[in-house]
């Protein structure tokens, strides 16, 4: 189980420092928590990002499933064992799947859309399916991306899986609802994920912390129902999921929404957010952890994140440049190399050079929420 502690609430906002005890250690919140999808951070070996000051990390329940299978990692010890990762762990539900491989395949979208098309700004209604996959009352079918074997996956199999799995923190099943849904659609996707959050509750037979998901997509009335619901439940923590509106304004909206009606003294965890201009904010409106792939993803992206702005070392120009990625950095990254040689190995496709930039980004973001977290101490956020 965990033990979570508000050491200290800002007086100027809706910031909190925590501290979350888990069976493998503390974790300081607010918090980053990078993005471990098959059990590891691409590039990278776990001792590598313990040295990024990552405290917590979260794996993908649904893909760790598809390979290699719950049942070998739980033979290994568990995840912590089988990655070698002494820190604390979460495992996300396969929620976020069910919007990933449905709905937001088809509409091309992600959890914030920037844009709506102008023949409709409410593409999925009460009936609508995704074409790859079936959501039923009872649970998702979904057909495996890597071989197109069919899969099912409930609140039962969602909890059977993740207890194999092993991590300190797991999420109940939900439904990750498109942006662009209809109010009939998020209120009827909602009673799903209520229902399922009480199956999760009843079929866990582990000590692992379980959080509730509070849905509701954009709408209002659907957020506060659903953090009513859902806070009103033996949950251990909470996540705020699900689709976020289609700007940051909404998004901070929705996060207001739901925390008001949750217990203060547990866990906030925001899921899928975490672009640098996101992380204040979020802090600043209560949320304690969020996972996100950006420094991770950018990385292999060629682009380096600095106090001057993004970097894209793929760039030619930066063969000629003996500066570090940041020069204000003290990650080895910094100390080590300089942008020219990162360049030459990117255009050369050595992988070497997306680790660098892996390993820089992480340590960047992590450092960038360590000054939040100084910045509530000293009473200026």
């Not at 509409?107 to 009460?126: D, N, Q």
């Not at 003294?265 to 792939?293: Q, S, V, Y």
Request: one cysteine or more; glycine letters at 8%; hydrophobic letters at 35%.
């Amino acid at each position: 189980m965990i033990d979570f502690k508000i050491i200290k609430k800002s007086v100027i906002s809706k910031a909190r420092i925590g501290i979350l005890q888990t069976p493998h250690g503390e974790v300081e919140t607010p918090a980053l928590v990078p993005v471990a999808t098959q059990a590891v951070i691409k590039t990278l070996d776990s001792a590598e990002v313990q040295k990024t000051n990552s405290q917590l990390l979260i794996a993908n329940t649904f893909h760790l499933h598809l390979k290699p299978g719950e049942n070998i990692i739980k033979s290994s010890g568990g995840i912590h064992d089988f990655m070698n990762w002494p820190r604390p762990l979460m495992t996300d539900s396969g929620g976020f799947q069910v919007f990933s491989l449905g709905f937001g395949k088809d509409l091309g979208v992600g959890k914030i859309v920037k844009f709506f098309p102008h023949e409709a700004r409410e593409l999925v209604e009460v009936g609508s399916q995704p074409k790859d996959i079936k959501i039923t009352p009872q649970g998702v079918h979904f057909r495996s991306p890597l071989d197109g074997t069919k899969i099912f996956i409930g609140p039962k199999e969602s909890m059977k899986i993740q207890e194999k799995i092993g991590a300190d923190i797991i999420f109940a099943f939900d439904e990750c609802t498109p942006p662009l849904c209809s109010f009939d659609y998020a209120k009827t996707a909602l009673v799903r994920t209520h229902n399922w959050a009480r199956i999760c509750i009843d079929s866990k037979n582990s000590d692992q912390a379980l959080f509730g998901i509070v849905q509701g997509s954009k709408f209002q009335d659907l957020r506060e129902q659903s953090a009513k619901y859902i806070n009103s439940l033996s949950f251990d923590g909470f996540g705020i999921g699900g689709d976020l509106g289609e700007s940051k304004n909404l998004t901070i909206k929705i996060i207001n929404w739901s925390l008001k009606y949750l217990d203060e003294n547990k866990p906030r965890h925001l899921l899928g957010i975490g672009h640098l201009e996101d992380m204040e904010l979020i802090i600043k409106n209560g949320i304690d952890t969020f996972d996100c792939t950006v420094p991770t993803h950018y990385a292999r992206h060629r682009v380096a994140f600095t106090r001057q702005g993004r970097l894209d070392l793929g760039k030619t120009k930066y063969l000629k440049d003996k500066n570090p990625l940041d020069e204000k950095c003290d990650c080895y990254v910094c100390r080590s190399y300089k942008r020219n040689y990162i360049t030459h190995l990117i255009k050369a496709k050595e992988v070497t050079g997306l680790k660098l930039l892996t390993f820089h980004n992480l340590h960047f973001f992590n450092n960038y929420v360590a000054k939040i977290r100084d910045k509530i101490k000293e009473g200026k956020l």
